[in-house]
């Protein structure tokens, strides 16, 4: 099955917010605005491990 997913961090929660403009999106979980992917879950679980792993080198980063 297939969802709208965020490219960011394969979240569903996910809202269309400006109807004049169909390609903008927010993510509830990640605060990411712009348009999103669509995908099935497997997909989206990828995406959001990804996104686990960059936010970790983040802090990895800032504490050297």
């Known amino acids: 099955m297939m969802h709208k997913i965020c490219p960011r961090c394969g979240s569903k929660r996910v809202k269309w917010i400006i109807p004049q403009n169909w390609s903008q999106f927010v993510c509830y ?12 879950d497997e997909l989206a679980e990828e995406i959001h491990e990804n996104y686990l792993e960059s936010l970790k080198e983040s802090e990895d980063e800032a504490d050297e």
């Open 29 to 40: 979980d990640c605060d990411y605005t712009g348009p999103i992917i669509e995908g099935n």
